[in-house]
């Protein structure tokens, strides 16, 4: 397989000609085609440098956008011009489901639009920050368990160039303090744990006040993770030079996840996939810029200073504070280049809590900074995009009312088509088929359909939360979406309403059937039945698999707090030749063809590229082809077993995993469980 640097790579013939440097160009569809068939995560194809967008994915996602255009704008010449009923109540009736049909229209027009061009750039990388300024990599943690924690210290402390880590612990923990002085990371806490983690992050900024203040020498820079996104070796080298323009106050990189067969995983980046490569990456135009997301980034304190630190007024304290910074007339910019990997909520209550979480503080947003009336301060692009995507998390009542209509319509009897049944479904289903067929290339390809429906279901639940909100303005506290193990297996249960809204959709379905059979008196036309019930089966379909989706088993709650990683190397342990079976930050399953492993006591496993990690053995058994199994594990405060872990799984020696790139880490894999 070719290199990180070989891949992607299509030369520009026009800059060839001209004598200038060959251009690189990136074409996101195919290089997640390539990585996942090789069975390596999508986030993988994001390592190289970002780049233009490939002239073949661009010139396909601008096709499918137009023709979803006019699939739609086709259907609806056609429903309006032959399939109306003659006046009277039902021609009204009928107006009301085409209006319905003809609301996706304004959304593609925009989102064509905005996606038209996603091209990418960046400085070269550096070995030093520019203008000698002076980093620090902030991580800010609560409860987590050291297998979540320990990945994302340990490699932060192994970044180049030279930088302090600090540590801001909200849960005071004696462990904690003891990891990082082994890592050489610096913890920080605080005595009142007052607004969450826009607290802990101003805290530690009035420290680096107090000690610059003191004759220290001041940090320039931040770089922020979140304690469960683990820091790939790019990530400051990468960045920093953006900081060469004053300008620029915020540096934003995408968020990938490493625990494949999360709740929002859909086979290809996962949910968040289409929302860091390919909306991210269009506002990188004059007059728009990323918002701050949290984690993987970089801040400037100058400017953070200028706007009185981290926003603290609502839960949602970095796309606040970006808007503070906008306001301002800083400048942000995205950075599209996989440069840490985290952790996705693996549970429907983990993902609806962490949902719900940044609806209700996007609707605080839009109400503390009266967003409809900030045309005075903002671009006319930054407008339409914090405006947007505010309003987006209101889609769930929009939802709802497209159930509504269709059942209305329908148990009205009104005739709202003169179109045949057979018609009618060949119309609409060759309609639907073009705007998903365009939808999907307009997004790059970044979107299971299955999976897609499966989750828009929760923005019904997530939606009548930001309504209730804006209704009674309650206080809000920020809610930590929960990282490791839980004491039981559970599966999860589908919220009330969504439950309701299957037993209506379905009873209403059943019933039309049986009316256009002559099973039960039914008032209205086969085609009109067909023109409402469409909507309704697809509602039904949504619903259905959304609800199997929270029910499923493989998003159950887990005891363990590590994620494994199932891949296969050759290793070492005890002496003794074999091969890895999986691996956690917890330890690791070694699979050997000779029984002379100690079944207890302290062995060393030595992983491709890596010093040799003492692990304890906990379990000892053979299978019948007469090969044996070790189950090993790192003892409790072993600092230097977890940090040797961390390094290989993420910062993984080159050619240590056969058919991995260079600069894929192990935990790449697709195997993971």
């Known amino acids: 397989m070719q290199s990180i640097e070989q891949r992607g790579r299509a030369w520009g013939e026009a800059g060839a000609q001209a004598g200038g440097e060959p251009v690189q160009f990136r074409d996101t569809p195919m290089e997640v085609k390539a990585y996942s068939s090789a069975g ?28 979803a255009i006019a699939a739609l704008l086709l259907y609806l010449a056609w429903r309006i011009g032959f399939t109306m009923p003659p006046g009277g109540g039902g021609l009204v009736i009928a107006w009301t489901l085409v209006t319905f049909e003809a609301l996706p229209l304004i959304g593609l027009v925009l989102k064509s639009i905005t996606l038209w061009n996603i091209d990418c750039y960046a400085p070269d990388p550096v070995a030093e920050p520019p203008n000698g300024m002076r980093v620090a990599v902030l991580i800010p943690t609560y409860n987590e368990p050291v297998e979540v924690l320990a990945p994302t210290i340990a490699a932060a402390c192994a970044l180049q160039p030279s930088h302090e880590t ?6 005071d923990r004696p462990w904690v303090a003891q990891m990082c002085e082994a890592f050489g990371a610096r913890v920080v806490t605080r005595v009142e744990h007052d607004h969450a983690k826009a607290g802990n992050m101003n805290h530690a900024l009035d420290l680096m006040a107090a000690e610059e203040a003191a004759g220290k020498d001041p940090i320039d820079i931040i770089a922020v993770l979140d304690c469960d996104h683990v820091p790939l070796p790019t990530f400051l080298t990468a960045t920093l030079g953006w900081f060469a323009d004053e300008e620029v106050a915020l540096i934003q990189g995408p968020q990938a996840f490493y625990n494949s067969g999360a709740f929002d995983d859909d086979g290809i980046s996962g949910e968040q996939g289409l929302f860091f490569n390919v909306l991210m990456p269009s506002r990188n135009v004059p007059g728009a810029g990323p918002f701050w997301c949290g984690s993987t980034s970089l801040l400037r304190i100058k400017a953070l200073r200028e706007v009185g630190g981290v926003a603290t007024e609502t839960i949602t304290e970095d796309m606040h504070t970006t808007l503070k910074l906008i306001r301002l007339g800083w400048k942000t910019v995205y950075h599209h280049q996989t440069l840490a990997i985290g952790l996705a909520p693996a549970t429907a209550d983990q993902y609806l809590l962490q949902r719900r979480r940044w609806g209700m503080g996007a609707m605080q947003i839009l109400t503390y900074e009266r967003l409809w009336a900030a045309k005075s301060w903002m671009t006319w692009r930054n407008f339409h995009e914090y405006i947007n995507g505010t309003l987006w998390w209101l889609e769930g009542i929009a939802t709802l009312i497209a159930f509504i209509i269709p059942m209305a319509v329908m148990v009205s009897g009104a005739r709202t088509s003169t179109a045949g049944p057979v018609e009618f479904t060949l119309v609409f289903a060759a309609m639907f088929w073009v705007r998903l067929w365009g939808a999907k290339r307009l997004m790059r390809h970044q979107i ?16 009548m939360a930001c309504l209730w909100w804006l209704v009674s303005r309650k206080s809000l506290e920020f809610q930590v979406t929960p990282k490791g193990a839980a004491e039981l297996r559970l599966r999860g249960r589908a919220p009330r309403i969504l439950i309701v809204l299957i037993v209506i959709v379905g009873a209403i379905i059943l019933y039309a059937a049986a009316g256009v059979l002559a099973w039960v008196p039914w008032r209205t036309s086969p085609g009109s039945t067909i023109a409402a019930g469409v909507w309704l089966v697809l509602a039904g379909i949504v619903l259905v698999l959304g609800t199997l989706r929270i029910r499923a088993a493989e998003f159950a709650t887990s005891r363990r707090s590590a994620h494994r990683v199932t891949v296969k190397v050759p290793v070492t342990v005890a002496g003794i030749r074999g091969e890895l079976v999986d691996i956690s930050m917890g330890g690791a399953a070694v699979r050997v063809g000779a029984d002379a492993l100690p079944e207890s006591g302290r062995v060393l496993l030595e992983l491709p590229g890596a010093a040799q990690i003492p692990l304890d053995v906990v379990r000892f058994w053979s299978s019948a082809n007469r090969e044996h199994t070790a189950s090993l594990q790192v003892r409790g405060g072993d600092w230097e077993a977890y940090r040797r872990l961390s390094l290989w799984l993420f910062h993984t020696p080159d050619d240590a995993v056969p058919g991995f790139p260079p600069g894929v880490p192990a935990v790449a894999t697709r195997g993971s469980e």
């Open 448 to 463: 299971h359909w299955p999976t897609a429906f499966a989750l828009r279901i929760f923005r019904v639940p997530v939606g």
């Open 40 to 67: 390596m995560a999508g986030w993988a194809a994001q390592l190289g440098s970002p780049a233009p967008e490939a002239p073949r994915s661009r010139r396909m996602a601008r096709i499918g956008g137009v023709a």
């Open 166 to 171: 600090w540590v801001l612990d909200d849960g």
